[in-house]
T-cell receptor, first 113, second 114 residues
Framework: AQSVTQLDSQVPVFEEAPVELRCNYS??????LFWYVQYPNQGLQLLLK??????LVKGINGFEAEFNKSQTSFHLRKPSVHISDTAEYFC???????????FGQGTRLTINP | KAGVTQTPRYLIKTRGQQVTLSCSPI?????VSWYQQTPGQGLQFLFE???????NKGNFPGRFSGRQFSNSRSEMNVSTLELGDSALYLC?????????????FGPGTRLTVT
């Protein structure tokens, strides 16, 4: 069964500092990986996705993620965070042909001034 | 294009009642999925509909059901509500782009069961 583990439930950082949100997945078949962001009282917005090809994926709002097949990881990074990045971030996986997304438990990113 | 809309946005029900939530997908999207979000269990897949047919179902009791209409709008119903059904219910419409179905989420319906 597919599963996704987000290693940190909360990550506090100072404004303009770099951040990494960690995600590991398990699967026996090819997977497609996603990061979503959820702002308070809103739905999920897609930040970026990995389907194939280059292992470094760039998304919106300055975020990027690196797919590492040997470590089954898909960590999200941003070199300099802003107050507006305060939100909950979800890593998700799906497999080819399937609609269903399997989500991690989420990481709450808090930016301190 | 308008995004995914969900109605109502907030709902308060009493244990034992039933509830129906509605989702209107993005124009042209024929696939709709539903997810339940709770603090304890996180985001869990409920079911997926395509062209009025349920294609996939998550591990939820039979009290949770859904349907899709010919215009792709979808509804989900929860009967005999329990306190544990309090959650944010998210709908996502999708279109196949290459290898995947890219999903677009609505703002959710927050259901509180008292």
């Amino acid at each position: 069964a597919q599963s996704v583990t987000q290693l940190d439930s909360q990550v506090p950082v100072f404004e303009e500092a770099p951040v990494e949100l960690r995600c590991n997945y398990s699967s026996s078949v090819s997977v497609y990986l996603f990061w979503y962001v959820q702002y308070p009282n809103q739905g999920l917005q897609l930040l970026l996705k990995y389907l194939s090809g280059s292992t470094l994926v760039k998304g919106i709002n300055g975020f990027e993620a690196e797919f590492n097949k040997s470590q089954t990881s898909f960590h999200l990074r941003k070199p300099s965070v802003h107050i507006s990045d305060t939100a909950e971030y979800f890593c998700a996986v799906s497999y080819e042909g399937a609609q269903k997304l399997v989500f991690g438990q989420g990481t709450r990113l808090t930016i301190n001034p | 294009k308008a995004g995914v809309t969900q109605t109502p946005r907030y709902l308060i029900k009493t244990r034992g009642q039933q509830v129906t939530l509605s989702c209107s997908p993005i124009s042209g999207h024929r696939s709709v999925s539903w997810y339940q979000q709770t603090p304890g269990q996180g985001l869990q897949f409920l079911f997926e509909y395509f062209s009025e047919t349920q294609r996939n179902k998550g591990n939820f009791p039979g009290r949770f059901s859904g349907r899709q209409f010919s215009n792709s709008r979808s509804e989900m119903n929860v009967s005999t509500l329990e306190l544990g059904d309090s959650a944010l219910y998210l709908c996502a419409s999708s279109v196949r782009t290459g290898m995947i179905h890219e999903q677009y989420f609505g703002p959710g319906t927050r259901l509180t069961v008292t």
